[in-house]
């Protein structure tokens, strides 16, 4: 096969943005370009590579497998690149990071801090739910993953490095407000706002209540912890959420975290990468920054 480094880098920006035109302007090149060079492409592997279903395309199996090789042969050029240049004395690349929304109370000043040491480093950020992060994860598309609830089923190395304690909070006015002491059964009456299911918040709660066969009324369920904090600040409801997010309120006098026994939930943020994986020397960087500065 007569294959570029051009045609596979088109081919994976197709898949990332299932369109000839919106690939060509990711890649900076023309649309005939494009198709030209996968037409090209199909033709060297003997097999089509994709196909349009409406306005859209699809990669087809061959088109898939290939993805999977280039984003490979990508991620091993990049590594080498990066290990050239640290032989070279320098500390430069891309640092590829997906991480769950709740980690963005934290992340940016632990980005801000790493950027200052290395300046010449371009960070590609992607903050999106659990099961994104998972599925990115999955796909190995990142270089670390960060999440408060690693996934079971998947062998993966795996750095503790900041602890994550989930408390329960109330309206400022609530009537269990100040109170110290309380037992579980004193919520028994109160309706709850939680995360969406699948979140790591979520998914940590639900394991602690069943635990303590608690079974909270549930009022809503939300992805966003900002809608959550507002909901409970205006007296809706009760929450369980990180800390960190907690302290982050815009008017943090107006929720308030209740003393209830079993709480804090003991809870940390990993890094996680697929076992086996080959770190940048940049990813290396960063895990060991995060080692030394895991807060900020």
């Known amino acids: ?69 280039a984003r490979s042969l990508q991620d091993e050029w990049g590594a080498f690149e990066q290990t050239i240049d640290a032989m070279k004395g320098l500390k430069r690349g891309r640092l590829r990071l997906a991480v769950v929304s709740t980690a963005k ?34 796909e190995n598309l990142d270089d670390l993953y960060i999440m408060s609830k690693p996934p079971t089923d998947m062998a993966l190395e795996r750095h503790a490095f900041l602890s994550n304690p989930l408390v329960v909070i ?14 579980l059964s004193a919520l028994a009456g109160e309706r709850f706002i939680m995360r969406e299911a699948g979140s790591g918040t979520r998914l940590a709660c639900d ?14 369920a939300l992805g966003s ?25 815009p008017e943090p006098d107006r929720v308030v975290e209740l003393d209830v026994q079993g709480f804090p939930v003991p809870s940390s943020w990993w890094t996680l990468y697929p076992q086996g994986k080959r770190l940048s020397p940049v990813a290396q960087a960063f895990l060991a920054h995060l080692s030394a500065h895991p807060g900020a």
């Open 225 to 249: 912890n900002e809608a959550i904090k507002e909901l409970v600040a205006e007296g809706m409801g009760l929450a369980v959420m990180s800390r960190h997010a907690v302290t982050h309120h």
């Open 170 to 183: 109330a309206a400022a006015e609530h009537r269990l407000a100040g109170r110290t002491g309380l037992k």
């Open 207 to 220: 394991a602690h209540f069943k635990a303590h066969g608690f079974e909270p009324q549930v009022r809503l």
């Open 105 to 138: 109370y934290f992340v940016p000043g632990v980005l801000g801090r790493f950027c200052e040491q290395h300046p010449e480093v371009d960070i590609a950020l992607e903050l999106l739910n659990r099961d994104a992060v998972v599925a990115r994860l999955r």
């Open 1 to 69: 096969m007569n294959v570029t480094f051009r045609q596979l880098r088109l081919l994976v920006a197709l898949d990332e943005h299932q369109s000839i035109t919106a690939a060509a302007q990711a890649c900076h090149v023309t649309q005939p370009t494009v198709s030209m060079q996968l037409q090209a492409l199909s033709e060297s592997v003997g097999l089509p590579l994709y196909e349009q279903v409406g306005k859209r395309l699809f990669l087809t199996e061959a088109g898939h497998a290939l993805v999977r090789t």
